[in-house]
């Protein structure tokens, strides 16, 4: 199973960017999905996860209502929006699967993460 994410970069305070994450190597389409970051010095956290037919999501307290997760299971990848960013968004963004079928709000334990992507940094500016 491979994740590969893209869409980081360096963008100004209050805007917004968009990740995405191509998974290949296994049925995408019935496994939820994650995202997590890690910023420098600090641990990597959960950001937020959705189902694998992507009705119903999760997100960590920091992101709620500026980020939105989405995924398209047509194209194998899934998405983060990232809206209203501010410096404290700044961290390397990873993508993450778990290595069996389980509930999305598990996913949010990074034992529970079976792959990660490489990762995309992002950084935001003041």
């Known amino acids: 199973v491979q994740l590969q994410a893209s869409g980081g970069g360096l963008v100004q305070a209050g805007g917004s960017l968009r990740l995405s994450c191509a998974v290949s190597g296994r049925t995408f389409s019935t496994y939820a999905m994650g995202w997590f970051r890690q910023a420098p010095g600090k641990e990597r956290e959960f950001v937020a996860s959705i189902t694998s037919g992507g009705t119903n999501m999760h997100y960590a307290d920091f992101v709620k209502g500026r980020f939105t997760i989405s995924r398209d299971n047509a194209k194998n990848t899934v998405y983060l929006q990232m809206n209203s960013l501010n410096p404290e968004d700044t961290a390397v963004y990873y993508c993450?699967?778990?290595?069996?079928?389980?509930?999305?709000?598990?996913?949010?334990?990074?034992?529970?993460?079976?792959?990660w992507g490489q990762g995309t940094l992002v950084t935001v500016s003041s």
């Open positions: 993450a699967a778990p290595r069996t079928q389980m509930h999305y709000i598990r996913l949010q334990l990074p034992g529970n993460v079976g792959y």
